[in-house]
């Protein structure tokens, strides 16, 4: 038995491997093992740095990677100076939008959220110890950071994750806290773990859960979490400002009534 690790922002969650599984196929993990040596780069990788993310030797890493590359998965930088992925990946993150019952109905809601809100609304969908955007409607002031579908976030230092973790157990919370790697995004991040409940506390009592600067400077969070019918936390909608814009409770005032409304909508499909 071993793990395979991704990291982004200090959020490192774990897929359980059971190799001696008879219909667990080998030659498919190192491909995906490739393809997620991209998650943590800046940078066309060679093939030696990808054979090192994979944890495997460069005779293996070069058949995987001519093999991905020959489907349109992995493609030659345009400067020539290594490997990135491929156009290919596209077609499998919309497949998966598109598939996916709740960014399906989620999505006229998001849309109106969006109208109402005039600032940056996002759906997130929880993985574990980190949260993925699935669908991000733009304000008028946005970075690369901010628009791309597929980034993702902890929960432990998120107002999405403290939205979801307000409908989890103290057990369940305290297992969250105790797996992530917490450290701080900015000088703002709260890493403490009983100032992690004490917020997690707060989203129970409010009903939605507000972030400042703790993953972008100057950035106000607020969110609300999207249950299963059972009750579990699925992700959450989020509404993001500017603080040279709003303070803390003129922004909650305005839009956790709005939060709580859109993901009333979309809980009961």
Same mark, same amino acid.
């Given at each position: ?19 001696? !599984? ?17 998650? !943590? ?18 005779? +293996?890493?070069?058949? $995987? ?12 930088? /345009? &400067? #020539?100076?290594?490997? $990135? ?5 596209? !077609?499998? +993150? ?27 609304? !996002?759906?997130?969908?929880?993985? &574990? ?33 403290? +939205? ?5 157990? #103290?057990?369940?919370? #305290?297992? @969250? ?7 701080? %995004?900015?000088?703002?991040? =709260?890493? #403490?773990?009983?100032?992690?409940? $004490? ?11 507000? /972030? ?7 950035? =106000? ?17 989020? %509404? ?6 709003? &303070? ?17 909508? @979309?809980?009961?499909?």
């Amino acid at each position: 038995m071993r793990y395979i690790q991704r990291s982004e922002y200090g959020v490192r969650p774990t897929t359980r491997v059971d190799e001696g !599984d008879p219909l667990f196929v080998q030659a498919i993990a190192r491909a995906m093992q490739v393809l997620s040596a991209f998650h !943590d780069t800046g940078k066309p990788l060679t093939l030696n740095e990808i054979a090192a993310a994979g944890g495997m030797g460069k005779s +293996a890493a070069q058949r $995987v990677v001519h093999t991905l590359k020959q489907l349109g998965y992995i493609e030659r930088d /345009a &400067d #020539d100076r290594g490997y $990135v992925p491929g156009i290919r990946i596209l !077609d499998h +993150a919309r497949d998966y939008l598109r598939l996916n019952s709740l960014v399906v109905r989620a999505s006229p809601v998001l849309i109106e959220l969006r109208r109402n809100t005039r600032e940056r609304v !996002d759906l997130s969908l929880r993985d &574990d110890l980190r949260l993925v955007y699935a669908a991000r409607l733009q304000s008028k002031r946005e970075t690369l950071f901010a628009t791309l579908v597929g980034q993702s976030v902890p929960i432990y230092c998120t107002s999405g994750g403290r +939205a979801v973790m307000a409908h989890m157990s #103290d057990a369940e919370v #305290d297992d @969250i806290i105790k797996r992530s790697d917490r450290r701080e %995004i900015t000088p703002k991040t =709260i890493t #403490d773990p009983e100032q992690i409940r $004490v917020k997690v506390r707060e989203a129970r009592e409010k009903g939605y859960a507000l /972030a400042l600067e703790e993953i972008l400077l100057g950035e =106000i969070a607020i969110a609300a979490a999207i249950l299963a019918p059972d009750g579990t936390p699925l992700g959450a909608i989020h %509404i993001a400002g500017s603080l040279s814009e709003w &303070d803390e409770e003129t922004f909650c005032q305005r839009f956790a009534p709005l939060a709580g409304e859109a993901v009333g909508a @979309i809980n009961r499909f």
